[in-house]
Nanobody, 126 residues
Framework: QLQLVESGGGLVQPGGSLRLSCTAS????????IGWFRQAPGKEREGVSC????????NYADSVKGRFTIDRDNAWSTASLQMNSLKPEDTGVYYC???????????????????WGQGTQVTVSS
């Protein structure tokens, strides 16, 4: 059974950076597509980014393009989300998630994912 644990959240000023990590146990991440999601208070969960396993293709929400970078290290069963130029609207609980699919590209739709971490809080505030 795949288990995911996020880390790296915290409080940062606008314009600052954070790097979130997702560590897998119970199974290798090699066969899974990985996504990062966030949920702000009172808002729906948003698919921020995803990365496929076959070719490493990535996908980003328009709100984070050019600022966030998703990456994965199959050898260490980890994934990361580098977040730069953070804005107050980036505040929320960030989750990593994983799913298996024969398709080459990944999806940012949460309904595709069947393994989820517990989340890590990111607060962007001065």
């Amino acid at each position: 059974q795949l288990q995911l644990v996020e880390s790296g959240g915290g409080l940062v000023q606008p314009g600052g950076s954070l790097r979130l990590s997702c560590t897998a146990s119970g199974s290798s991440l090699e066969d899974y597509k990985i996504g990062w999601f966030r949920q702000a208070p009172g808002k729906e969960r948003e698919g921020v980014s995803c990365i496929s396993n076959q070719v490493g293709s990535t996908n980003y929400a328009d709100s984070v393009k050019g600022r966030f970078t998703i990456d994965r290290d199959n050898a260490w069963s980890t994934a990361s989300l580098q977040m730069n130029s953070l804005k107050p609207e980036d505040t929320g609980v960030y989750y990593c998630a994983a799913y298996q699919s024969p398709w080459t590209l990944c999806s940012r739709a949460g309904t595709e994912y069947n393994y989820w971490g517990q989340g890590t809080q990111v607060t962007v505030s001065s």
